[in-house]
């Protein structure tokens, strides 16, 4: 009976919400390509800074390797020290995600009447935070072999 009436119009919500995601999912499809793109310039950015780290502190670590410290001792402290850096990423990374959902979210109340959760699943959490792990280890690989391959005579000459 509503379909003969002219005056109504029918919609069907699984076709609108199939039309929403056509539209949506190419969106979502660009943030995960932005996102690939960060998370490579920063393993990019954590492998040349410990690079550079490590042309500077070639002393010390020869030093290190004269008071005991062997060559793969050497090599876990620079791998720990990129995965440091990259837990710090993470939970900056987060806490910022965190922080702008929420205003997003409110925002979207306040003003559309929208209402979302702002919040992220404990599993999305914990690919994030691995995914760095894994991430800043790989950047990390090239300087501890530098570090590793440390020539201590070399490297403890007298300064000037």
């Not at 690079?51 to 390797?65: C, H, P, Y």
């Not at 995914?131 to 440390?150: E, H």
């Amino acid at each position: 009976m509503l379909r003969r009436d002219t005056s109504i119009t029918v919609a069907s919500p699984a076709n609108q919400i199939e039309r929403l995601f056509a539209i949506v999912g190419n969106v979502d499809r660009l943030f995960v390509a932005m996102a690939i793109a960060v998370l490579l310039s920063s393993g990019i950015g954590i492998l040349l800074a410990l690079w550079n780290s490590m042309e500077q502190r070639r002393r010390q670590i020869a030093i290190l390797r004269v008071l005991g410290s062997s060559r793969a001792r050497i090599f876990s402290l620079v791998i720990t020290e990129s995965m440091l850096i990259g837990v710090g990423g993470a939970a900056t990374g987060i806490l910022a995600c965190l922080v702008g959902s929420g205003i997003a979210a409110t925002q979207l109340k306040d003003r559309l009447g929208i209402v979302i959760d702002p919040t992220l699943e404990p599993a999305t959490i914990l690919a994030v935070v691995a995914g760095t792990l894994v991430l800043a280890g790989l950047a990390g690989l090239a300087p501890a072999i530098r570090a590793y391959r440390t020539p201590v005579a070399r490297n403890l000459r007298p300064l000037g």
